[in-house]
């Protein structure tokens, strides 16, 4: 039977490969071992008894929350959002520029859906947040990278980019950013490149999709508006989620941009899944409207903060003087180390996992891999101060034993 199933896959499904970190998730479960490797938020801090209170919704609305819901999401929801994001956004939307989503990996998948064709070229970070690339793909995107630097996207080199672009004969379809503590890199794209992003993008007639799951957790500093608040033509979609700020199980994202491309990711959204849960769009909509959103915010950047301090205090003490080297995130769930140009950090993070320490390598991060050997994404939301200094420690046990490779 198997090679019916064989015969019969879809060119894209000959093309997909597992995900390169396969490895390293299998083992991250096993017993003992420390894993900077995921991106979840603290279980500890997810409001169980304020999420719970809203639970009365299926007895007072059960006849509609337990129906299908419009594809657009709950309307007090999306109103909710659109009022309550403007503030840090610096931009307000209106109703019907604001779609939920089934997490904001759907808005990526229904962003690619209405936009690309197969060979169209995105313009993306590099690094850049590995399930995008995995997502484009799967659409037969193609892929062009902006290097960083630690003001984000070097901005500049845009113009020149699409133009090279174009002249191969491509279409730049899209620039895919995550501007505020990115995945994997934990940089913030500056204000003035937030203002120049919007502006290339509308000269040359390439939108862009600011993908903004990390925002709200900013440990230091002032927030930065979004690049869509820069955007007066209409060419910036926004995406939101509540997986880092209240719960991933929520599955609720949402996209803020024009109503043409909104009606357009409506319609695709329609024949992906119809709509996302009527019942966690109430559940998070009771939570919402009692204010426990803005409440429970500063509990979880004080726990984040901490754990953020407590990584870059065992860093110091056990990776600096082994010369990494790595910019202290300001906030978000990441650090990104650089172990050096010699490093092989594919080799070292399979020889960390002898010490039961796991990270994830840069490679599968990266659109240009060439120096992709030298970096690694370090998660802190997950593990408390203790096992980060444990996991310093076998870290750097693995560094001296590999001199890094
Ligand atoms: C940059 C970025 N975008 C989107 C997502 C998808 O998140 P979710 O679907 O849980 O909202 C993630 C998850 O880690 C992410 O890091």
């Known amino acids: 039977m198997e090679n019916v199933w064989e015969n019969c896959l879809s060119a894209v499904a000959k093309n997909t490969r597992p995900s390169p970190v396969r490895e390293i998730l299998k083992v991250i479960t096993q017993e003992g071992m420390i894993s900077f490797a995921g991106g979840m938020p603290a279980p500890e801090v997810f409001p169980v008894e304020e999420f719970y209170e809203g639970a009365s919704v299926l007895r007072d609305k059960g006849r509609t929350v337990l129906q299908y819901g419009i594809t657009e999401g709950d309307p007090d929801l999306r109103n909710f959002l659109a009022s309550w994001s403007a503030k840090r956004m610096g931009r307000t939307a209106a109703a019907d520029e604001i779609i939920l989503t089934t997490g904001s990996q759907q808005a990526i998948d229904l962003i690619a859906w209405s936009l690309i064709d197969p060979g169209d070229v995105i313009i993306t970070e590099d690094p850049t947040y590995l399930a995008a690339l995995s997502a484009f793909s799967n659409h037969g995107a193609t892929f062009e990278s902006v290097p960083m630097d630690s003001d984000g996207m070097i901005t500049d080199e845009l113009p020149a980019l699409i133009n090279k672009i174009r002249s191969s004969g491509r279409k730049p379809k899209l620039i895919y950013t995550v501007v505020n503590f990115q995945n994997p890199s934990g940089v913030c794209l500056s204000v003035e490149r937030r203002k120049r992003l919007a502006e290339i993008s509308s000269d040359m007639g390439v939108p862009v999709f600011e993908d903004d799951p ?76 009692k204010g426990y959103l803005d409440s429970h915010l500063p509990k979880i950047l004080k726990n984040y903060a901490v754990k953020r301090d407590a990584m870059q205090k065992s860093f110091e003490t056990h990776l600096y003087p082994l010369g990494v080297k790595w910019v202290k995130p300001a906030g978000g769930f990441f650090f990104w180390l650089d172990f050096g140009k010699n490093a092989d950090t594919r080799k070292l993070a399979v020889k960390a996992l002898e010490k039961k320490v796991a990270f994830i390598p840069a490679e599968p991060f990266c659109v240009n891999t060439e120096n992709a050997g030298r970096y690694g994404r370090f998660n802190f939301s997950y593990s408390d101060p203790e096992t980060i200094e444990k996991g310093a420690v076998r870290l750097a046990e693995t560094i001296k034993d590999t001199g890094g490779y």
């Open 214 to 289: 990390y925002g709200y957790l900013r440990y230091d500093g002032e927030h930065l508006p979004s690049v869509y608040s820069f955007d007066p033509e209409g060419a910036v979609i926004y995406a939101g989620s509540f997986s880092k700020i209240l719960s991933p199980a929520t599955r609720i994202g949402w996209i803020i941009g024009n109503k043409r491309i909104i009606r357009q990711l409506t319609v695709f959204k329609q024949s992906t899944d119809i709509c996302s849960s009527p019942i966690t769009h109430s559940l998070a909509y009771e939570y919402c409207r």
